[in-house]
């Protein structure tokens, strides 16, 4: 017998065959990085002229160079802040919308949702930055890149969302019109916080999605990390060391972002598991038992 519904459990002839496979795995990408490392060393990439402005203090380009590279930074970090918020609002309300909206006029909202999913983000970013001032809403490359991105990611949180309240049993919305809650209260007291446990890990991947997505910022001459690291390239010559930098900055941040979810869905999932444990006493207490 198995513990899983979804596949047998491997036997010994399987784990001895995965076992190769991952030494075989490692063997590869431990050569591929071995000669990675040696071509960059045969090149002169890991010189001190290549990498003294970014880890050198006493280096004269030094601080110029993380002023600009921290300037950028925090540009892409507003950029991508306000695109997650909005995002996560709208979207919110756009599922909302298009699981309460009448039917007459639900083909409406589905048309929204899927007019902005189909089309590129850098379209719409182009679309904000461009067309937006010369419909007359003069507004800055940022709120450009925020417009654009919001537009693109707030319907695909909104279909997650969907999803979310979807898959949720039936029996959870019938229980609270027993009890008297009206149906307002069963979508946010019931099925919302539901829904957003449940999908935390793919909304999680959405908002990593949106940070990343700020680099696109460039294509509209918004001052964002990557941006200022082209700049940096342009006066210092060392692509590879920049770049470098700014993908390990990235992956960071994507995983502190990572992390937090990670401890928020623990919390909630002890949160509801301690109102359960409390509910079962007064519900024996009710019932006589």
Not at 147 to 170: F, K, M
Not at 208 to 215: C, E, F, G, I, Q
Request: net charge positive; proline share 3%.
């Amino acid at each position: 017998m198995t513990d899983s519904v979804l596949y047998e459990a491997p036997g010994p002839r399987a784990r001895r065959r995965a076992r190769y496979a991952s030494v075989v795995t490692a063997l590869v990408l431990l050569a591929g990085l071995t000669w990675a490392l040696y071509r960059f060393a045969t090149k002169g990439e890991f010189a001190y002229d290549k990498w003294g402005a970014l880890v050198d203090p006493t280096n004269e380009n030094f601080t110029a160079l993380w002023t600009l590279l921290g300037g950028g930074l925090v540009n892409t970090l507003m950029a991508a802040g306000w695109s997650i918020l909005f995002s996560l609002v709208i979207g919110t309300l756009l599922a909302l919308t298009r699981i309460t909206a009448a039917a007459w006029y639900r083909w409406a909202v589905v048309g929204v949702i899927e007019l902005l999913r189909g089309t590129p983000v850098v379209v719409l970013i182009f679309f904000s930055a461009q067309a937006l001032p010369a419909l007359g809403l003069d507004i800055s490359l940022m709120w450009a890149l925020v417009v654009g991105l919001t537009a693109y990611n707030c319907v695909i949180i909104a279909e997650i969302v969907r999803a979310g309240i979807a898959a949720l049993p039936s029996g959870q919305s019938e229980a609270a019109y027993a009890v008297g809650m009206r149906r307002h209260q069963v979508m946010f007291s019931v099925l919302l916080p539901q829904a957003f446990r449940a999908m935390l890990p793919a909304l999680i991947s959405q908002l990593v999605v949106v940070l990343k997505d700020t680099s696109l910022g460039f294509t509209i001459s918004y001052p964002e990390f990557v941006q200022r690291g082209e700049i940096a390239i342009e006066n210092l010559g060392n692509q590879i060391q920049v770049y470098l930098v700014v993908a390990v900055v990235f992956i960071l941040i994507n995983y502190t972002l990572s992390r937090v979810a990670v401890h928020t869905e623990r919390a909630l999932s002890r949160g509801s598991k301690s109102s359960a444990a409390a509910r079962e006493p007064e519900s024996a207490a009710a019932t006589g038992d």
